[in-house]
């Protein structure tokens, strides 16, 4: 019904900037808070950024002053800008939406869903 498909992660060195990009498609009616989320090996996956429909942002400390996270509601589409980046940023990013389906599954509620990942590489 729904997928959640991310690109442009790769490798950088510290210092480098990279942008991530996720689009929401599917039966989909609207598109509520988006956020992005990262794993590290042998970590639990932790909460980097989020932004609501109206576009409130919140971030981790960790990333805050240097990654920026957008939306483009009629793409349905996040963007995570990552600059001066660290080899402490190296994980899989994984983007997460909460969505209200379309007919004919509409009935109002927003459902939580995940992309599939995508890794950046920071290289020290």
């Known amino acids: 019904q729904v997928q959640l498909v991310e690109s442009g992660g790769g490798l950088a060195q510290a210092g480098d900037s990279l942008r991530l990009s996720c689009t929401v498609s599917?039966?989909?009616?609207?598109?509520?808070?988006m956020g992005w989320y990262r794993q590290a090996p042998g970590k639990a996956r932790e909460f980097v950024a989020i932004?609501?429909?109206?576009?409130?942002?919140n971030y981790a400390d960790s990333v805050k002053g240097r990654f920026t996270i957008s939306r483009d509601d009629a793409k349905n589409t996040v963007l995570l800008q990552m600059n001066s980046l660290k080899h402490e940023d190296t994980a899989v990013y994984y983007c997460n939406a909460d969505v209200i389906l379309g007919d004919p599954y509409y009935d109002g509620r927003a459902r939580q869903y995940w992309g599939q990942g995508t890794q950046v590489t920071v290289s020290s």
């Open positions: 932004i609501d429909r109206p576009g409130h942002t």
């Open positions: 599917g039966t989909v009616e609207s598109v509520d808070n």
